[in-house]
């Protein structure tokens, strides 16, 4: 039997694949001309307040899409929550332009299932097809080469309980229109604000420029978080804690407490650990947003043998 075979849900080659391409090349080549265009021509407009204050609702919005919805919801299961909410997070998770929500979840349940090992979707050790990878290229296909090989994950096999609820589909089906709207709401809120050349800022700050930083955020964890930074506990990959991550991506950055604890709703287990995505999701419990957090206790959690491998991607067999 193939090693492609061994590895359960992974599609090789075929149409998935050449969507999989197309899709992402659309995702990432959008707002990264936005940006391009913002950094070189579009910064001569100026920044106002509005262009602030509209930045960092979206920023914020897109965020704990991304954190507290795509990840933490929608894949992890980590907490409960009503019809409410479930909206607001996906409405969120279509902001990062990060693809559905389905495959983001297949994508990322497959990514534990095979964590550093051969089938891992985005490891810096190997491909997804197995070939062992430098440091190097490992650390470039880990953070968004591996968005362009022809690999795709099953979602009738790791996301089922997806498949199976109507509002999720929705999302899914009219992705492109709720995609949209990460750029098409700022721009009104801008235009509205301050008329066409607050719109403009808008789009280009509040729009490209913020899904391009989510874009980096997001790709970092699986590439500096799987390379370079603090391993408190064993999980038998190369996941690890970056600080400065976790300030910037709602405690994300704390990859290595979650992959040592996937289903925990809170990452900081230590002290002096910043999570303010679970910080954010204690007050939300207090106020019946959302229930039934999931938190891992510290005597669950076995520390990492060796925090001395800070930095290190090899050894994963
Ligand atoms: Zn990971
Ligand atoms: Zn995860």
């Given at each position: 039997m193939s090693t492609e075979l061994a590895i359960r849900g992974m599609i090789c080659g075929g149409r998935p694949g050449i969507r999989k391409r197309i899709e992402n090349a659309l995702l990432i080549g959008i707002p990264t001309a936005g940006t391009l265009y913002a950094l070189t021509?579009?910064?001569?407009l100026g920044i106002t307040i509005t262009t602030v204050v509209v930045f960092v609702v979206f920023y914020l919005w897109a965020g704990l899409g991304l954190s507290?919805?795509?990840?933490?919801?929608?894949?992890?299961?980590?907490f409960q929550c009503g019809r409410g909410m479930v909206i607001w997070l996906a409405l969120g998770a279509c902001f990062t332009?990060?693809?559905?929500i389905l495959r983001w979840v297949a994508d990322h349940r497959r990514h534990h299932r095979y964590h550093d090992h051969r089938?891992?979707?985005?490891?810096p050790v190997y491909t997804a097809r197995g070939r062992r990878l430098t440091r190097l290229r490992g650390f470039l296909h880990a953070h968004?080469?591996?968005?362009?090989?022809?690999t795709t994950t099953d979602p009738a096999v790791y996301a089922p309980d997806l498949l199976r609820n109507r509002l999720i589909l929705h999302f899914v089906t009219f992705y492109p229109l709720y995609a949209s709207l990460s750029l098409v709401l700022p721009t009104a809120v801008g235009y509205v604000v301050g008329g066409a050349t607050e719109g403009l800022r808008c789009l280009l700050w509040a729009g490209f420029v913020r899904i391009t930083l989510i874009h980096h955020g997001t790709w970092a964890i699986n590439s500096v978080c799987h390379s370079f930074g603090?391993?408190?506990?064993?999980?038998?990959?190369q996941s690890r804690n970056v600080w400065f991550l976790s300030l910037l991506l709602f405690g994300e950055g704390l990859h290595n407490n979650h992959h040592a604890a996937?289903?925990?709703?809170?990452?900081?287990?230590?002290?002096?650990?910043?999570d303010w995505g679970g910080w954010i999701l204690r007050r939300f419990d207090r106020l019946g947003l959302v229930a039934d957090l999931k938190t891992a206790a510290l005597s669950e959690l076995t520390p990492s043998?060796?925090?001395?491998?800070?930095?290190c991607n090899v050894g994963v067999e």
């Open positions: 021509a579009g910064y001569r507290l919805g795509l990840h933490r919801y929608f894949t992890h299961r980590s332009w990060q693809g559905t089938g891992d979707v985005h490891s968004f080469a591996w968005m362009f090989d022809d603090r391993q408190d506990f064993a999980s038998g990959d996937p289903y925990s709703a809170c990452l900081d287990f230590l002290p002096g650990q910043s043998p060796d925090k001395s491998q800070a930095g």
